[in-house]
């Protein structure tokens, strides 16, 4: 690895850094260590979001640690799953769906808020694979983070100048940006930022953040570290790590969200249609069911007879009261018009809200705990007791709110005030 960073510009501490990353994860007292630290995730308020726990009792070694085994599935297997509304495996996507969007909306707003403004841990690597789902676990399912091999805790200088970076994408300010990111880079590094390539890393910058289809959050960060190694700059491993995390979990909740409306949309249509669809083909179905039972009934045997009666027997009972052994004789004698007719009861019983599932996002997760800690916010990002700049107006802390230090409130500052 040494080797093939020596040969591509400004990256041999970025790669000296995924280099210790990795040898840290082979070490398993360290991932029991994040382990432990990870309870934190265990305390978000919610009864349906866990992290994984180590057995208790069992000391943990460099090569092996005994953990705790996870219910259900990865979280990944289900959002396959949501890929279409149809019930699977007794899995409801259009109940579960958006219940699983909650959660993993109220593990992003922990993720956030620990990392920022708590102890400055983070889990490094919450793709959805590393989330596992039980969606029998309770009335919501329940969702455990594990996998902590790759989980950080940043230091307080760490925490601002992340969050400045942020800061200075939301109000697309390439210059600000670039002195936040200035310090991140290694000594050498920053020996190695010329003013040529200042005015380059921000033309692109510039380039990158424009637009209405411009990236935003985790995605444009994750853009502008790629734009960074492009011209030869190194890639500060701290925000690297944690924009990568973001990104996934920004991935997985978009991918849910997108899934839970098409499937909200096509299940609410279908409970429409199904009483029309219903009235229109019982009819029918009926006589089907009489003809079959004729045609057994002119064979003359007293079996044919018995399983004739039974048939007209069915049109005496509700469909939805139907046993298990009408059911399977309706199968076998008219098998079209009851999948047809069974479809269409199941979607008039389903259960489908009136309203569409919200539009859930990590970014208004991060908001939610902004709005939460908004004095905390302003002391992270340096520039007094206002996160107008931040927000875009989105929310204005109450200019009549006092803390401890400032007796008096602040007017709203402006972008230059963040530097």
């Known amino acids: ?47 349906d979001v866990r992290a994984m726990k180590l057995m208790e009792g069992v000391p943990e070694s460099s090569t092996y640690m005994v953990i705790e085994r996870a219910p259900g599935s990865p979280m990944s297997k289900y959002i396959k799953l949501c890929a279409d509304p149809k019930v699977k495996l007794g899995f409801d996507p259009v109940v579960m769906g958006p219940r699983m969007a909650q959660q993993l909306y109220d593990l992003s707003s922990k993720w956030f808020e620990e990392a920022m403004f708590g102890s400055g841990f983070y889990h490094g690597d919450l793709h959805a694979g590393n989330i596992m789902f039980d969606g029998d676990a309770n009335e ?33 300010d390439s210059q600000i940006l670039l002195q936040h990111f200035r310090t991140l880079l290694s000594p050498s590094s920053q020996a ?30 994750v853009k502008i570290l790629a734009m960074a190694n492009d011209i ?20 997985a909740l978009s991918e849910i969200v997108g899934h839970n409306r098409t499937n ?21 179905f009926f006589q089907n069911i009489d003809r079959q039972a004729t045609k057994l009934e002119s064979s003359g045997k007293p079996e044919d007879r018995a399983v004739a009666f039974a048939l007209r027997a069915c049109k ?69 007791n206002s996160l107008v700049a931040l927000v875009k107006s989105k929310f204005t802390p109450d200019e009549t709110a006092t803390t401890p230090e400032q007796p008096q409130a602040q007017k709203p500052v402006t972008p230059d005030q963040l530097v």
């Open 316 to 384: 005496m009972v509700e469909f939805a009261d139907l046993n298990q052994a009408q059911r399977d004789l309706l199968i076998q004698y008219v098998p079209r018009d009851y999948k047809a007719l069974s479809q269409f009861h199941s979607n008039l019983n389903r259960q489908v809200s009136d309203e569409p599932p919200p539009l859930l996002t990590v970014g208004d997760a991060i908001m939610d705990v902004l709005e939460r800690h908004k004095w905390d916010a302003a002391k992270l990002a340096g520039f007094g």
């Open 1 to 47: 690895m040494e080797s093939v960073a020596q040969g591509i510009p400004g990256m041999e501490a970025t790669f000296a850094g995924i280099a210790d990353q990795i040898e840290g994860e082979l070490d398993l007292r360290n991932e029991a260590t994040n382990v432990r630290k990870g309870d934190i995730y265990n305390h978000i308020g919610s009864e």
């Open 140 to 172: 919501n399912g329940l969702l455990t983070a594990i996998d902590f091999g790759n989980a950080k805790t940043l230091s307080q200088e760490e925490r601002s100048a992340i969050f400045k970076l942020m800061v200075a994408i939301e109000i697309k």
């Open 232 to 251: 030869g700059l190194e890639i500060p491993g701290t925000i690297s790590n944690f924009s990568r995390s973001q990104v996934m979990l920004e991935n």
């Open 264 to 284: 909200w949309t096509i299940a609410a249509e279908d409970k429409q249609d199904a009483p029309d669809f219903i009235k229109r083909n019982t009819v029918p």
């Open 192 to 221: 190695k930022l010329t003013p040529e390539l200042e005015k380059r890393f921000t033309a692109e910058v510039d380039k990158l953040l424009q637009g209405p289809k411009a990236p935003t959050g985790g995605n444009a960060m």
